[in-house]
């Protein structure tokens, strides 16, 4: 074949295919003319005509071609493409400014950074009031520590409970400080709630839907941490379940995801960070004790997370780490504390709220 023969060809070809969308258009006008219940059947030439278009011997389409053409053709002309799922409340695109959470002058997600500290769990007076105090001496404003425990074992402390909560509460009190505490169950939501200044789901809770729920009914601002093995469209989609129920105070908290590493308890993924700050309006934390779950890097992990645009860190102290009751290998004492929070604050990353 030569060349203009090609051509003459190609421009047969190019007037069928012009003709078949002007009549595929025109198909698709009148189709859309049918009343709504019709056009949800997709309703198109009846099954009887396509199957005899498919049995004709002597047509170069065999049933299997026709078959595909005639479903194309239904979903071409079926109804125009349904709009985009609206946005997530959390997400950037439905609130652009961002979300800052305030108590008092301490603002979460204003631009300032805030450290989290306290022991993994709490256990005693005397071990909350010494740890109280380094915080204070340190300006640090929110104490944290576990009453009700997530543990791996049914035989490990599990915590003091309301009890525990009430010693942190008082202690807190006449230290100045904030609360922080993790909820397991919706149970405990409201008896918990008189104690605490903010309401931690922790990440084996992340996907606790029930949960999640409750807490989009309290009052209590939520600090929800990633689930140890979520995406960040997990992670986010969980938020959604708290904030979707009225609680638009809701903070997110990176805090290490499983990986195949075991230099690190976990690994600490920073991507994070700004993804989420692109991608959500709510304060993003960075928990350096159980992400790492290692003492001698906190303070390059803490940079790393400010530096990545974090609104605050979260990290573990103890007065005494190697008798804690839980977490005893990753908690800090007094005195590395206090170093690690002078480093963290002279970094030149470090940006108190209300000051
Ligand atoms: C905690 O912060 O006390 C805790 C148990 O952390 P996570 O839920 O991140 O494991
Ligand atoms: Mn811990």
Redesign the pocket.
Known sequence: MNNEQLQVLQGKVNEIDSVLIRLLNERARVFRELPAEYRARSLCLTESMWREAGEDENAPLNSQAIRQLRDAIARATQEPVKPAKPALRVSRQAQPENTVIRFGDVEIGGGGTELIAGP?SIESWEQMRQTAEALQEKGVRIIRG?AFK?RTSPYDFQGLGIDGLKMMKEVADEYGLLTIS?VVTPAHLEAAAPYLDII?I???NMQNFELLKEAGMMKLPILL?RGLAATMEEFLMAAEYIVSRGNSQVMLIE?GIRTYEKWTRNTLDISAVPILKQESHLPVLV?VS?STGRKDILLPCAKAALAAGADGVMVEVHPNPPEAWSDSEQQIDLAQFRSFADQLMDSGLWNRSGQ
């Open positions: 993994c576990g997530p993790e931690q922790g990440a084996r941490k805090r928990d159980h």
